[in-house]
């Protein structure tokens, strides 16, 4: 009798001291299943290549790019992706019968839309169709995902989505999450490795300098003076600021951030608490970053960016970053997206920044890291194509002022120079 109480819709809430067992519905086997299989990914996944580009005027500085666009799904949010299922999964917030919604840029929604296929279960991501290019679409439809295209207020589109069957749907809802989902633990020994990107970038480099020796400690290891990227949910750049607090590491963290980028204002000035910024916003600016889409900024709310692991925010020229991305070509061979030209720039001006500060007994060995977000392939019809440049980035000047800042980023690199410096004449143009 006691069990049928339990289980009948009639909950009786008496808090009875009577002694009584009860039980919860689980669905363990599937669970398991399902957790197995993130985890045969995660050997699959292996480590996306980490390159070292060392120019002749930065006197041994080098730049590590971890090139995240030769993931399975072709971005950083491959690993995301796989850290937002594997929390959804360990805390209960999916089940065999449940389909995943998420908002997203694209990328993100790729690598859901494989590991919900990887799993056996649906996946639907709502896209903003003004500025969603055709190739992230084709992807998420590619790995079986469902896209629904709105005009704004993406997020509300979600919540009533899964407002309308919520015991077996599920908003994702990478913003808010991507803080509790994405790792910074090592995982030392242990055959299970973490997908933290600077725990791989830490065992690349230590293995390029031939002194892994197989141990889990950190101590006498090279570590990058700097990790540079940029923030969309702010995730990535959180997990590695975590990785390196709980671990002392010598990594400063630094945030690249577009021309009108809310992340800059808030993690500086503590800007955007009450207010979106969506009436500042100007659009396309960098495409997946610089912007929550949810609202007024709050950790764990809005956005998953941490601005205490922070120590600085480097803010630079939209037209900068993507005239960065196509140098970023010529000099490493690597076709790129526009927040990996970000990326790119800010990583160079910290690179000679390093060079001119130091004193010469400490200028050995050091380096910034960065991440190479995606690949150029999904771009070529946006920002690798001059009409859509002259078009979206009129008010910027266009491609004229395009490639005066690539002019500038060559110079600079020939000459050992920050390129920052050298904006200012671009930015003159749009005047
Ligand atoms: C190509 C690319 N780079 C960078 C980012 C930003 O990374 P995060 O969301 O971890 O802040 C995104 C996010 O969408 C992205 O798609």
Redesign the pocket.
Known sequence: HQLAANHSNEIECSLSGTPSIGYMKTDQGWKRAAITKLWEERKRMSHTPLIRYQHPYFNGTSIYLKNEGESPTG???HR?AWALFMWALVDGHIKADTTVYEVS?G??ATGEAYMARLIGIKFVAIVLGSTVERGKIEAIEKYGGRVITVNDSWATVARAEVAKDPSRRFFMN?FAN?ERAEEYFESGNFHLESTNVMHEIVQQIAQSNGSCNGSSSFSGRHYPQYFV?????????TSVGRFVNRYNLPIKCILASTEHSVFHDWAVNSCFKNDSGADLWVPPGI???GFSPLGPLEFGVTTS?LPSVLTRSVKVPDLGSVAAMFVLHEVTGIAA?P??GLNFLVALHMAVEMNTKQSESVKQARSVAM?V??KGEKYFDTYYNRTWIEQKFKAKGGVEALDCYQRAIRTALNNGQDPLRSFQSCQLMTG
């Open positions: 971005s950083l949010k995301f840029n990328n993100t990478q991507a990227h940029g923030s969309g949910t702010g995730g990535t750049i495409s997946g970053v960016l997206g927040t990996s991440i977000g995606d």
